[in-house]
């Protein structure tokens, strides 16, 4: 007979954001929410395929302007292979939200898009509902 994992309750987050000072930023806002973790910050799209790599992570908050690579290369990568994505949730947190942007991540697999010049509380309520859900134990 085979053991159930434990049920995980936290909330992982991974943030891809170029801006050092926006990733402290969000770092310490989301851990501000209980039951989530941000289990890595960093910079580029190959840093992120590697955190996902080392830290299985449930959320994605992804910037689509890069050190190096981009978020819509991120989206892409995770398109690619199944053993990423599997079970993660992207969101892109970005200033380039015009329409035609947002269409093709949604289209690549963003579960939402939020514009960085106004809609960081509507970022913090959309982490604080995965999380909720997740402690309660309506998503894996």
Do not use: W
């Amino acid at each position: 007979m085979s053991k159930k994992a434990p049920f995980n309750s936290e909330l992982k987050v991974l943030v891809v954001e170029d801006s050092v000072d926006l990733q402290v930023l969000l770092r310490a806002m989301l851990n501000e929410i209980p039951t989530v973790k941000v289990v890595a910050s960093v910079g580029t799209e190959a840093a992120a395929v590697q955190a996902l790599k080392a830290d299985s992570a449930d959320l994605a908050i992804v910037d689509l302007e890069l050190e190096s690579g981009s978020g819509l290369g991120f989206l892409k990568s995770l398109s690619e292979s199944l053993d990423l994505h599997d079970k993660l949730k992207v969101v892109i947190f970005s200033n380039y939200s015009n329409l035609v942007i947002r269409h093709r991540c949604l289209n690549l697999g963003a579960k939402a898009f939020f514009d960085k010049s106004f809609q960081i509380d509507e970022l913090l309520e959309y982490v604080q509902a995965e999380a909720s859900g997740k402690a309660q134990g309506l998503t894996p």
